[in-house]
């Protein structure tokens, strides 16, 4: 969005309060394992909505300039690849970049707070944001882009005397601290289930991993669809 309103015609100051260190890559593209892949393939995840092929040229660029070199693994067209968390974070942080040289064109700014926002309060005239630190903001609008939010990863005792924590899929460093061998439930199968079971791997755990999920359903593995057969060749009668 911040793209995107830099790309605008006038002069315009955006404040984008973010806690992380950087822009752009939030807590589904700060993972840094090539085994953590997008949800959907690159023809379907640009940033630009005026061009949906926007992803599958950066990454044609990316690839061809020494980027991701593990991408020659997966025989398909570069708009079907699943590109790794990380490097959609870059993508996604590049773009922004140069969005923001636009802008600055117009006099339009891009400013980083680093910051959590705990109040928002509203009415005819502006919109007033209450920060983590004490401080306080106003604006003319306001926009929710939370994403997602990131695991709880306070362990707690529970009176059973089974140790617990809630991990964050992505924190390979996190299930290094794990007993290697314990066993590890993950509530959900979709495709973060996959990202969870990948960092448990890199971490090298050995122990058992069950899923729990209300419908039972495992995601579809992609697969190449069969050659066609060239029926015209073949079929004589049909050539006749």
């Known amino acids: 969005l911040a793209a995107q309103l830099m790309r605008l015609p006038g002069r315009r ?28 393939n ?13 992803l599958t040229q950066w990454l044609t660029e990316y690839i061809e300039a020494g980027g991701w070199p593990e991408s020659d693994r997966q025989h398909v067209p570069i708009s079907e690849l699943f590109p790794p968390r990380g490097i959609f974070g870059l993508y996604a942080r590049q773009r922004l970049a ?17 910051a959590e926002v705990v109040d928002l309060q509203a009415d005819a005239d502006a919109v007033r944001l209450t920060l983590s630190d004490g401080r306080c903001l106003q604006g003319a609008f306001a926009v929710l882009a939370t994403g997602m939010f990131p695991a709880a990863r ?26 290697p061998q314990s066993t590890v439930m993950i509530i959900g199968s979709g495709l973060t289930m996959v990202d969870a079971v990948v960092s448990l791997e890199q971490a090298g755990h050995r122990g058992p991993i069950e899923v729990f999920s209300r419908h039972g359903l495992l995601p579809h593995v992609r697969r190449q669809p069969p050659a066609w057969v060239d029926f015209l ?8």
């Open 154 to 179: 306070t362990p707690q005792t529970r009176s059973s005397g089974l140790n617990a924590a809630a991990l964050d899929p992505w924190d390979v460093a996190a299930m290094q601290r794990l007993d």
């Open 42 to 54: 690159a023809a379907r995840m640009s940033v630009d909505p005026d061009n949906p092929d926007d």
């Open 98 to 114: 140069e969005a923001q040289a636009v802008g600055a064109l117009n006099g339009s700014t891009v400013e980083h707070v680093q």
């Open 13 to 40: 100051r955006v404040l984008v309060i973010e806690p992380r260190a950087e822009l752009g890559r939030g807590e589904a593209y700060s993972a840094v394992e090539l085994g953590h892949t997008l949800n959907g």
């Open 233 to 240: 060749a073949e079929d004589q009668d049909i050539r006749t």
